[in-house]
């Protein structure tokens, strides 16, 4: 009886194993291009753009600045760290006909950042 049972649960062990290296791998699926409604926690809504896969994605406003939502759940312009990271900044992301001078100013000085704005501007 013991031998049967510890028969049993070996069997059901090695079988959990073989399931669980059995996975199927995600494939590369492009994100959404269309701008998507992202409302801030301060009830102000802000398109946003998807780019990527499921391995390299990262978020941008509808005009290409990137986007990193920091820990309060606003969407910020990100800043580039001195290790070179990509990091949430303090200044919200606000739409197009939304922005103040101050908003302009600041992403007037990151535009010349390839890695924090993605688009040239005409």
Request: net charge positive; proline share 4%; charged share 25%.
């Amino acid at each position: 009886m013991k031998l049967r049972l510890l028969f049993l649960s070996f069997f059901i062990m090695a079988s959990f194993a073989m399931f669980a290296q059995n996975k199927p791998k995600p494939t590369k699926i492009p994100a959404r291009r269309d701008s998507i409604e992202f409302c801030q926690p301060n009830s102000e809504k802000v398109y946003i753009i998807l780019h990527g896969d499921e391995y390299k994605h990262f978020q941008t406003t509808t005009d290409g600045f990137v986007i990193k939502k920091n820990k309060k759940g606003y969407i910020c312009y990100a800043k580039q760290t001195c290790c070179g990271t990509i990091k949430a900044s303090n200044r919200i992301a606000r739409n197009i006909c939304l922005r103040t001078k101050f908003d302009n100013r600041y992403l007037k000085r990151i535009q010349n950042n390839p890695n924090l704005y993605i688009y040239k501007r005409k």
